[in-house]
């Protein structure tokens, strides 16, 4: 027996209902962007290893960039309004999200937060509009899961800062016409906004990434940058700086994951119900229904707990332990739906014809960045037995 | 200085399976709804005129009859550029027909006496593609229809029409009413600040006692076209399936099938 679904993958708890007007015009006209102008050639940049930065500018103009911020060009969006974006964005590839979150989220923010009005008057108009492209620079490659033992310091000389060192896995690293870099200084560790052009700073991209592949990662080097005194962020001292900045992009990840693990699903309904084996769609055998009833309960229990973060956000309830347990709880069911996914299209899946490998493989490396999966565990096993350990 | 009114109107969703209410005789326009999408080549024609500089547009108004979700569609159609709107909207224009809608629409661009009138083609859902015309008609103007190009001359309007034979060239004067062809242009996305900001722009909400409109035109009162019944469509039949196994010997089979039927 045969009959028309009765579930949208797209949309399984009617969580549209949800969403207020603007939220969900929003939601649309990312949607439309990712699928008429951004699917047709990601596996394409997916397979050379590249991103167009003219996509900046596009973006620019539809106003993405810096969207839950306020002035300066911005468009003010709400914080759910802003994560559907990165969901939309990521249901086409985790690099095209990476592209916006790291220039709102990793750039944009800290210098609308915690910047001098001169930072934000030079800076934040540009990168809105996409003109300026920002980077965000606190892994170093020897400190990644602990920032506090970062190498890369800033030194007074006269009323000059002289930044030394090194960041590593640097999204938008080369492009970037700006850079919020985090270094240690006397003072405890603080942000400095260095433009890209300044003398002594370098990149070179890091080659060979199975993974992200439609997306810059770049090292970032620090060879005696001297900066004036007006280069360092005033309102960000000590590491609560960048980990306030990492938690406003992880929200954008919470929603984003729960976008790709949508794109997954969808294509794996779409395959099991066409393609035939043994004379029946491979959806009307048992173990196909079981992964497909598996994936759907992860894509709506990942939707859901986005969506609920985004509100608590704006009720000012939301606490790093919830983004913590987002991005532990949404990215590893997220991997898991585009495994399994990979798993309904057979061979079809691991081509790039496809949407779910690309997926699967981009995951991997949201698994370990912005917190691995593991220092989200220990957030969540802190906060629950109020026990620390991460040492 | 010249000012554009856009003819809009909300729609049901392209998703959303159209039947008549055979209670009512009108179209059931329940579910999810949204800016008819023939509009948004509307809206985009006139900000190609603002942008441009081809006319010296300083404002575009969106204007609309419709049940209170219609604020929806005006919302819409600012946050794609439309500068301000108004919404007619009264108990008493349930029901009304073409003539009635465009006698209604007519009588709010005299308040607005824009030097321009735009609309879309059709209606994605009642589709009788001729509120464009009954405005014109109505207002006494040059009203065209099917535009897909537009050239401006100072006051003159040189329009390629898009007929069953072939294109027309079309000169107008201003003021006049002008129904676009979904050919005429690529509507732009509406940017994300421009959809957050939607609510702030002006929006003027008029009943038909505001407009002093005539009820006795609109609505149910003022309707001359009645619905009688409508049928299925005769079921088609089956078309026929080329598996493509052979490539040469597909090409055959499909020669020989149009051959059949006189079409080559």
Request: proline share 4%; aromatic share 4%.
């Amino acid at each position: 027996m045969s009959h028309d679904p009765t579930l949208n993958p797209g949309d399984v708890l009617g969580l549209d209902a949800d969403l207020r007007d603007d939220e969900r015009e929003v939601r649309d006209t990312t949607r439309r962007l990712v699928r008429e102008k951004l699917l047709p050639n990601v596996a394409e940049w997916f397979e050379q290893a590249t991103v167009p930065v003219e996509l900046m500018r596009e973006f620019g103009a539809l106003g993405l960039l810096g969207l839950h911020l306020d002035g300066y060009g911005c468009a003010g969006a709400s914080p759910t309004a802003y994560g559907l974006v990165c969901q939309e964005l990521e249901a086409g590839d985790t690099g095209l999200r990476s592209l916006v979150s790291v220039q709102g989220s990793l750039a944009m923010f800290p210098i609308h937060r915690f910047g001098s009005d001169e930072q934000k008057d030079e800076w934040l108009p540009r990168m809105a509009t996409g003109e300026a492209i920002g980077c965000f620079g606190l892994t170093e490659p020897d400190s990644g899961s602990d920032p506090g033992s970062m190498r890369t310091t800033a030194r007074r000389d006269g009323t000059d800062w002289i930044l030394h060192g090194q960041k590593m896995w640097i999204t938008n690293g080369s492009i970037a016409d700006v850079a919020v870099v985090w270094a240690r200084t006397d003072d405890g560790i603080r942000g400095f906004v260095v433009p890209t052009d300044t003398k002594g700073f370098s990149t070179q991209d890091i080659h060979g990434k199975l993974s992200l592949r439609a997306s810059i990662t770049s090292e970032l080097l620090l060879d005696d940058v001297r900066l004036p005194e007006t280069a360092m962020l005033p309102g960000a001292r000590g590491l609560g700086g960048p980990l306030t900045v990492l938690g406003e992009a992880r929200l954008g990840i919470c929603f984003g994951v729960a976008g790709a693990a949508r794109a997954c699903l969808e294509a794996a309904v779409d395959y099991a119900r066409t393609r035939e084996q043994f004379g029946k769609p491979i959806g009307a055998f048992q173990l196909t229904q079981g992964k497909l009833a598996e994936m759907v309960s992860r894509v709506a229990a990942a939707q859901l707990l986005a969506l609920r973060l985004g509100r608590m956000k704006e009720a000012g309830t939301l606490t790093p332990d919830h983004v913590s347990l987002g991005k532990y709880s949404n990215v590893s069911s997220a991997l898991e739906v585009a495994r399994t996914a990979r798993t309904i299209l057979g061979g079809n899946g691991i081509t790039l014809e496809y949407p779910v490998m690309r997926h699967a493989a981009n995951l991997e490396t949201v698994l370990t960045y912005e917190g691995t999966h593991e220092v989200h565990a220990l957030v969540l096993g802190k906060a629950l037995t109020g026990i620390s350990a991460f040492t | 200085m010249t000012k554009i009114v856009v003819l809009v109107k909300e729609v049901p969703d392209a998703a959303v399976q159209k039947q008549v209410d055979s209670s009512t005789g009108r179209l059931d326009r329940s579910g999810e709804k949204t800016l008819n999408p023939f509009d948004t080549h509307a809206i985009e024609a006139a900000l190609q005129l603002k942008e441009s500089g081809a006319l010296d547009v300083d404002e575009v108004v969106a204007v609309t009859v419709g049940p209170s979700s219609a604020v929806k569609a005006l919302h819409k159609a600012v946050s794609l550029g439309a500068d301000r709107s108004i919404h007619l909207t009264d108990d008493a224009l349930v029901g009304s027909d073409v003539v009635g809608t465009g006698y209604a629409l007519a009588e709010l661009i005299k308040r607005e006496s824009p030097d321009l009138v735009l609309a879309g083609q059709q209606s994605d859902d009642g589709q009788s593609y001729a509120v464009g015309a009954a405005v014109a008609e109505y207002l006494g103007w040059p009203g065209l229809t099917q535009v897909i190009k537009l050239d401006v001359d100072g006051q003159t309007l040189t329009c390629e029409r898009q007929a069953e034979y072939g294109y027309d060239t079309v000169k107008v004067t201003l003021p006049a009413v002008i129904s676009v062809g979904d050919a005429i242009n690529e509507p732009r996305y509406p940017s994300l600040k421009a959809i957050m900001g939607a609510k702030k722009k002006p929006l003027e909400s008029l009943s038909l006692g505001d407009a002093e409109i005539d009820a006795s035109k609109v609505g149910e009162a003022g309707r001359k076209a009645v619905w009688t019944g409508s049928q299925e469509p005769p079921a088609k039949a089956a078309g026929e399936l080329i598996e493509d196994e052979d490539t040469a010997e597909t090409v055959e089979k499909i020669v020989a099938w149009l051959d059949d039927r006189k079409l080559i």
